[in-house]
């Protein structure tokens, strides 16, 4: 009994859950599931384009679950990836309309600008954390309103290309795009990198001293504290590190697959992220498993839409049901907070 | 100058309104230990069911009594995941904040037939609206009664403080969070139908715009009680006020960047009060 809940509380309950509510969620806008899941599989994965949008939307969501992640596993909800991904993919933009470098080195400048914009703005909220002990669950979600409109208003004024009808930056020259990786689809080496990250991550996490120091912070932040890990300065280098990985993921949107920066960059990846790094354990390896399922319900949920007439809004109450189900799960010391407050205080 | 004045001070007696509502849920749920980010969620939920209500019955009395309870039964979820399950309740929050905006859209196409709005409805008109200005400056007085005049006031603050002397003294910790979390969402509830059937006659997708969250940010401002959550749904809601009058006023300033004014005001807040201030001890922590 115990063992059949402990699995129905991870990954293969998620799924099963999954199925089951998308099966009321399609009857309900009268489509038989048989249906419904037939165009969302064939829509996520029925050939080669349709595959090509999943791992798009895979290689947008593991960005930002990646840095969930990372800041989770310190013990701290970085809730801000929206804001981070479209300060990071605003300032990758904006460089690249104006660059004129030869392509590598100023694709490389725009992923590391789009890195350093969202590590600036999770830093913001980590040094928030750090000195000023302020709940980073609620600075982040209000940076995320800040940088939503702060970029709205550069690309509706400063940034804004004199070509462009709506809002948006002077689309990059072709040879600013990053090299596509699949032909005949939009899928960008993005993908790449953002493995790459999740291996540099998963050896951060088991064989450097920073990522145990990173993991203890999170698990025993007290034990943590006494054996002298500086914990206000693990806070907000997490924090930032964190926004920089999801940053990085805007940079990439925008030179990979968008070519300009608007501000309908992400339908809400930051969110989506924390299921995803939920349902992926916070281990940055099962991370890419779960994007790439969840870019199936994205990019298949889009299809579903269209040929099965069920609103993919289903698709963001099912991923919100999923987080409910996981929170039962523990992740975080539930003290941390105040094991924060007594570091900085002695 | 004096309209001015009066337009600010009106305006921002209507924006405030919704973030106290929500803000006395923060408040309470908060006192019995529980953190409520799904506010925000709960406040869609409110805010959408009384649209739905008013639309079906047009009476939006019966709209703003289903937004109530569309918030009380989003609150009830988080309560028993609070409290049966003993979840992550941050965790848990968002997850309903992403249930009740994704349902809410998903439920516009269903029933409207048409994706991002509702169609118009049957609002509570000028009067209501101004009602429940008023009725939000009751609430808080009773909160506050509630909260420190009655046995029962004593103990959620118990809960939210130590659970376990509360239940060293024979009573059930959990049942307290169950109703503080569940009255928690009927606030919020109210806030949202507050939005979508007094201030305005429809439900737009995202019209809650984080109103949950700068009440979260209102409650710690507050410092945990209700007058003080009050006085901070106020200057937040000032903030919101001077954003519209800034830009009737200067055309020339950028709407965009104003808009960002509440949210620059919750963070600085935020930043200014904490440290200072002292959560309920078992504020966020399962029992």
Redesign the interface.
């Known amino acids: 009994m115990k063992r059949a809940r402990s699995l129905l509380s991870g990954p293969a309950g998620a799924i099963l859950l999954v199925v089951a509510l998308m099966s009321v969620?399609m009857m309900?806008?009268g489509t038989s599931p048989i249906d419904g899941f037939a165009a969302l599989i064939l829509g996520s994965l029925g050939g080669r384009s349709q595959i090509g949008e999943t791992l798009v939307a895979t290689s947008a969501l593991l960005f930002p679950s990646l840095g969930v992640a990372l800041a989770f596993r310190a013990g701290l909800?970085n809730?801000g990836a929206e804001g981070q991904l479209l300060v990071g993919g605003m300032l990758a933009g904006a460089a690249g309309a104006v660059m004129t470098l030869p392509p590598f080195p100023a694709i490389t400048i725009m992923l590391l600008l789009g890195a350093v914009g969202g590590g600036f703005w999770g830093a913001i909220a980590g040094w928030?954390k750090a000195r000023?002990?302020?709940?980073e669950?609620?600075?982040t979600?209000?940076?995320?309103?800040?940088a939503q409109?702060?970029t709205?208003?550069l690309v509706?004024?400063p940034l804004k290309s004199p070509n462009a009808q709506g809002a948006e930056t002077a689309w990059l020259p072709t040879n600013y795009w990053l090299p596509t990786l699949i032909p005949h689809t939009r899928l960008s080496i993005g993908i790449l990198i953002a493995i790459a990250i999740a291996l540099g991550l998963q050896f951060l996490f088991r064989r450097t001293v920073p990522g145990y120091a990173l993991r203890a912070a999170g698990e025993a932040p007290e034990a943590a504290r006494r054996n002298g890990i500086n914990l206000p300065r693990l806070t907000w280098m997490a924090l930032a590190a964190s926004g920089a990985i999801a940053g990085m993921g805007g940079a990439t949107i925008v030179t990979g697959e968008l070519h300009r920066f608007n501000t309908e960059l992400s339908p809400g990846y930051g969110?989506?992220a924390?299921?995803v790094a939920?349902v992926g354990d916070l281990d940055p390896i099962k991370v890419c498993f779960a994007s790439f399922f969840f870019g199936i319900l994205e990019a298949g949920g889009l299809a579903m839409q269209a040929s099965a007439q069920v609103?993919k809004?289903?698709?963001?109450?099912?991923?919100?049901?999923?987080?409910?189900?996981?929170?039962?799960?523990?992740?975080?010391s539930?003290?941390s907070?105040r094991v924060v407050?007594a570091a900085a205080a002695s | 100058m004096n309209t001015l004045l009066f337009a600010l001070v009106t305006l921002t007696l209507i924006k405030a309104t919704p973030i106290v509502y929500a803000a006395l849920g923060g408040v309470i749920s908060e006192r019995s230990g529980v953190?409520n980010?799904g506010l925000e969620g709960m406040m869609a939920a409110g805010a959408f069911g009384a649209v739905i209500a008013s639309y079906y019955t047009h009476e939006p009395m019966l709209g703003l009594a289903a937004g109530i309870g569309c918030g009380a039964a989003i609150g009830f979820?988080l309560a028993v995941?609070a409290t049966r399950?003993?979840?992550?309740?941050?965790?848990?929050g968002?997850?309903?904040?992403?249930?009740?905006?994704?349902?809410a859209?998903?439920g516009l196409?269903?029933l409207f037939n048409q994706?991002g709005a509702s169609q118009e409805v049957a609002s509570l008109g000028n009067v209501g609206q101004w009602t429940l200005v008023g009725v939000a400056f009751l609430c808080t007085a009773a909160l506050h009664t509630v909260l420190y005049r009655t046995a029962w006031g004593l103990r959620v603050r118990a809960t939210g403080e130590n659970p376990f002397a509360v239940k060293s003294a024979g009573l059930d910790p959990l049942r307290f969070r169950m109703l503080a979390v569940t009255l928690s969402g009927a606030f919020a509830g109210l806030g949202g139908a507050f939005l979508s059937i007094a201030e305005l006659n429809l439900y737009s997708d995202g019209m809650t715009?984080?109103r949950g969250?700068?009440a979260?940010?209102a409650v710690?401002f507050g410092r945990w009680t209700p007058f003080g959550a009050l006085g901070a749904a106020l200057v937040f809601g000032l903030f919101e006020a001077l954003q519209d009058v800034l830009q009737g006023r200067f055309s020339w300033l950028?709407p965009?960047?104003l808009?960002?004014l509440p949210?620059?005001a919750?963070?600085v807040a935020?930043?200014?009060i904490?440290?200072r201030v002292r959560?309920p001890a078992s504020d966020?922590?399962?029992y």
């Open positions: 969620a309900l806008a909800f809730i928030m000023l002990h302020a709940n669950v609620i600075s979600l209000m940076l995320n309103f800040v409109y702060i709205l208003y509706n004024g969110f989506i924390i299921a939920l609103p809004d289903a698709i963001h109450v099912i991923e919100g049901l999923i987080i409910l189900v996981l929170a039962a799960r523990r992740y975080v539930q003290r907070e407050e | 953190i980010i979820v995941a399950f003993k979840v992550d309740q941050i965790v848990a968002m997850g309903i904040n992403l249930i009740c905006a994704g349902g859209a998903y196409v269903l994706p715009a984080g969250f700068i979260l940010a710690i950028p965009d960047a808009s960002a949210y620059i919750a963070l935020l930043a200014g904490t440290g959560a966020g922590v399962p």
